[in-house]
């Protein structure tokens, strides 16, 4: 009997979402590298440098032990789920109820997931910042709910225009996804702003969620929105250990609210996954307990060391940069004789073997922009910098 190809269509919904920029590119990245071009990339934030001793021995330890490998708690161990408690309460001063005002998260994007399915229904709106983080887009588009992008802005430090956005038709919206410190742009977070968001999600109705894993890179006064009165009420918090603990493929992270949120986002949670190893949660308790000696000298002072190298390759591209911003990306503005921010971005992919990324995959208004990541050896960022000396003039 002869095989018939069978007729099978992908789910509407991939229609609306392409594959994610940087897993496009790194097959092309990977194929110049076979071809023996050494491209040296500059362009994803994740750091490459190890967690704190302790963190990896309490690891090994744990997974030692024959008890150590069953399911565990989709909420989260206590010990955990203490520990970012006592996390928030050392650096912001904000105290949380581990038992129900914190929840463990394989992640961020895990998190995103979470809180889009636990609040918004297919075509309400959310509100999405331009520029932002890819994934606010895409996930919203995947589960069906409906795009509004507010204007970050330069001449306004990358902050919210609320007056902009009073007078946006704001109905139907459920979400507003924020992200202070900001990502791409550097823009710091600012008390002024986090209480402008709180009151406008009093007086709206909207859920304002801020992701907030950039506080501790280059920032010597990490701030939280739940510092705010009042904002646990109508806002959630996320925070992650993938940068400010050097653990991005341990996936790690929180989100905190008040305890009705939780229990929403813990409903859909624990329909999707099924906890995390007992071994990472136990180690992650103990990296949030690194003393402040360690996030300065990881966080401010590798960085800090990059951060310089980083510059001087912006000014010999041409472009310009605001030296206030903070995070681990350098977010600069490109010359004028660039029709756009990839023209310049492949040439110096091309011509000088370094991989930076483009402004537009964080939206419109990042079209003139380029982001040069600072999660690669001094010695990497110095050569990448000789090579663009020597092939952009």
């Not at 021995?57 to 010990?79: F, I, K, N």
């Not at 961020?108 to 997931?113: A, H, N, R, V």
């Not at 904002?231 to 009705?260: Q, Y």
């Amino acid at each position: 009997m002869e095989d018939r190809p069978i007729r099978v269509q992908p789910a509407d919904r991939l229609s609306l979402v392409q594959e994610y920029y940087f897993s496009r590119k790194l097959k092309e990245v990977a194929r110049l590298n076979a071809e023996g071009h050494d491209i040296i990339s500059l362009a994803i934030g994740s750091p490459d440098m190890p967690p704190s001793p302790q963190t990896i021995s309490r690891l090994c330890e744990v997974a030692q032990r024959p008890d150590s490998h069953g399911y565990q708690p989709t909420m989260g161990t206590p010990e955990l789920r203490g520990a970012m408690a006592a996390f928030y309460k050392r650096w912001y001063g904000v105290t949380l109820d581990p038992a129900s005002e914190v929840l463990p998260l394989i992640g961020s994007k895990e998190g995103i997931l979470h809180v889009t399915l636990a609040f918004v229904n297919p075509g309400d709106g959310v509100l999405v910042p331009n520029p932002g983080y890819p994934t606010y887009t895409s996930l919203s588009k995947i589960l069906g709910a409906r795009i509004v992008n507010y204007n970050l802005r330069e001449d306004n430090g990358w902050q919210p225009d609320f007056d902009e956005l009073e007078h946006m038709d704001l109905s139907g919206i459920r979400l507003m996804w924020t992200n202070y410190p900001n990502m791409p742009t550097g823009g710091n977070a600012r008390m002024e702003t986090y209480e402008r968001l709180v009151s406008f999600a009093q007086r709206h109705g909207i859920v304002v969620v801020n992701d907030n894993p950039y506080s501790f890179i280059l920032n010597e006064h990490p701030l939280s929105l739940l510092q705010v009165e009042g904002a646990r009420d109508c806002c959630i918090e996320f925070n992650s250990m993938s940068k400010s603990h050097n653990m991005p493929g341990w996936r790690v992270g929180l989100c905190a609210t008040n305890a009705t949120f939780i229990s929403w986002i813990l409903k859909v949670k624990s329909n999707i996954d099924s906890g995390t190893f007992r071994g990472i949660q136990l180690a992650a308790a103990e990296a949030y307990a690194n003393d402040a000696a360690w996030h300065r000298e990881a966080n401010i002072e590798t960085y800090g060391r990059r951060r310089v190298i980083a510059e001087e390759i912006m000014r010999t591209l041409g472009c310009s940069f605001d030296p206030s911003q903070v995070g681990m990306f350098l977010w600069g503005k490109i010359p004028e004789h660039y029709a756009d921010a990839e023209e310049l971005t492949e040439r110096v992919l091309h011509e000088s073997r370094v991989f930076i990324t483009p402004g537009f995959i964080f939206g419109s208004n990042g079209q003139r922009y380029i982001r040069i990541s600072l999660c690669a050896k001094d010695d990497k960022m110095r050569e990448a910098l000789e090579r663009i000396k020597k092939t952009i003039k």
